[in-house]
């Protein structure tokens, strides 16, 4: 099988479908010092990787492309412009560039885009925000954006997402809430909530979700909760989590058992009289008296 892929082995074609022509281009004079390349590194190309590679090899060119009609040659050249050249970009009609300028521009510049119409210009905006100025984005309508506040929302604010509508914002939430809002969210009706809170949680705290719904949760308490108030476990209707139950159960007794065999085993010692008497004569008749 041929390493080279497809694109790699394709006529050059660009955005439109239309051959690439590398003889009327602005930029042939680069094939010389290998500044682009056919099916390489090529800015008419629609491929994206051959547009990035342009700008890789050629990143002064970036400037003159912030208003080409192909949005991919757009949202390439904005990694490379400098930065005073993409506040007009925020208006991109294409979210895709819109991006490409919020991950480059001063968080100031890009608080008004928390309201941006697209998720993904939403997500990459709370990607670059921290403390407070994330507050707004987690009532966010899209879950995922939500779920990106979740992951950088300061700790001690984070409570205020533990009731969101989305199970895997939750799940987020659970990852890192402070310990003292575990046993809150240990109630979740969603087990892969529950099952994040129960990882977390103490062994002593553990104890309360041993009648959990979810046999992985019940396996978690078998795992780490202390035994004697677990007990009931022994007969959980999941041949796993009995399973880790007899396992640690057994582990904990062992080195008890070995103990009483090994005392079992011992030869007992005892001082018969007439041996005692038997080393008084000795010392005595040795000459050794008391306090010499």
Known sequence: MSPH????TAVPLDWQGCLVDCAGCAHAGLQATGGCAPRVACVQDRYTRRIFTFFERNPEQADHYLDHPYFEVRALAARHVSVFRL????NDPEPDVRVAAVQRLPVPRILP????PERKV??????RLTGADLVPLTADEDYYVRVVVARRLPSDILPMMMYDRDADVRRAVARRIGDEWLMAMAWDLEAEVR???AVRLSPEQLVALVADEDWRIRHVVAS???LHR????ATDPDDDVRARFALRKASEELPLLVMAARIKAAPVLSLEPASISGISLGVMASGVRKGD
């Open 122 to 127: 939403r997500a990459a905006v709370a990607q």
């Open 195 to 197: 099952l994040q809170v």
């Open 5 to 8: 892929t497809t694109a790699d």
């Open 230 to 233: 677990i007990i009931a476990l």
């Open 113 to 116: 885009l928390r309201k941006d």
């Open 224 to 226: 780490r909760a202390p």
């Open 87 to 90: 506040h007009a970009l925020l």
